[in-house]
């Protein structure tokens, strides 16, 4: 069964610091990861996937993330944190298109970061 | 020009009730998604829909039901609300299936509903 794990509830970061919120994922077959951010009374929004191909992964508001197949690892991070980053991120996986899914996303918890001035 | 959007935002009501949640897309997507998140910010799929095949998660109690008038509006009704029902429910949407570079979900803006 697919599963992601967020380990950490929370980061804290300062404004103008290198930020990181970790994401471990296990899935049969090949993996598609996504990143989620939910502002406060807000929808989630895409910032970002992995389909195939490079590894880097560019996304929206300047954040990035990392595909690590080998420690199957999903890390999403930005340069230079700003106080607006503040908000609840979520690391995703797809479900592979078989009998019985039809591609749900399934989520880790959530990390919330805070991004102090 | 909302790509996802849900009415009502909040929905406050009693033990027993009936209520609908409306969500429409005009994303031109396929499928359609109903996730609840906990008042613990958990976010887990209830329903998926696509091209009139409906994927159940089965722990979703039958009180909960998706209709899809069209491929555009998937509405979510709940029969005798129970106070565990509280909890902020999001329509999402996806355009395809089977194209990998399409597989990313849009989220609506959430319906918090309140059962007391």
């Known amino acids: 069964a697919q599963s992601v794990a967020q380990p950490e509830d929370q980061v804290n970061v300062a404004e103008g610091n290198p930020l990181t919120v970790k994401c471990t994922y296990s899935?049969?077959?090949?993996?598609?990861l996504f990143w989620y951010v939910q502002y406060p009374n807000r929808g989630l929004q895409f910032l970002l996937k992995?389909?195939?191909?490079?590894?880097l992964v560019k996304g929206s508001y300047g954040f990035e993330a990392e595909f690590n197949k080998s420690q199957t690892s999903f890390h999403l991070k930005k340069p230079s944190a700003l106080v607006s980053d503040s908000a609840l991120y979520f690391c995703?996986?797809?479900?592979?298109?078989?009998?019985?899914?039809?591609?749900?996303?399934?989520f880790g918890k959530g990390t919330k970061l805070s991004v102090k001035p | 020009d909302t790509a996802v959007s849900q009415t009502p935002k909040y929905l406050v009501t009693q033990m027993g009730n009936d209520k609908s949640i409306k969500c429409e897309q005009n994303?031109?997507?396929?499928?359609m998604y109903w996730y609840k998140q906990d008042s613990k910010k958990f976010l887990k799929i209830m329903f998926s829909?696509?091209?009139?095949?409906?994927?159940i998660n089965e722990t979703v109690p039958n009180r909960f039901s998706p209709k899809s008038p069209d491929k555009a509006h998937l509405n979510l009704h709940i029969n005798s609300l129970e106070l565990g029902d509280s909890a902020v429910y999001f329509c999402?949407?996806?355009?395809?299936?089977?194209?990998?570079?399409?597989?990313?979900?849009?989220f609506g803006p959430g319906t918090r509903l309140t059962v007391t």
């Open positions: 999402a949407s996806s355009q395809d299936l089977w194209q990998r570079d399409s597989y990313e979900q849009y």
């Open positions: 899935v049969s077959g090949n993996p598609y």
């Open positions: 992995y389909i195939t191909g490079d590894n």
């Open positions: 995703a996986v797809r479900e592979p298109n078989y009998q019985g899914s039809q591609g749900n996303l399934i």
């Open positions: 994303l031109g997507h396929d499928t």
């Open positions: 829909y696509n091209n009139k095949e409906l994927i």
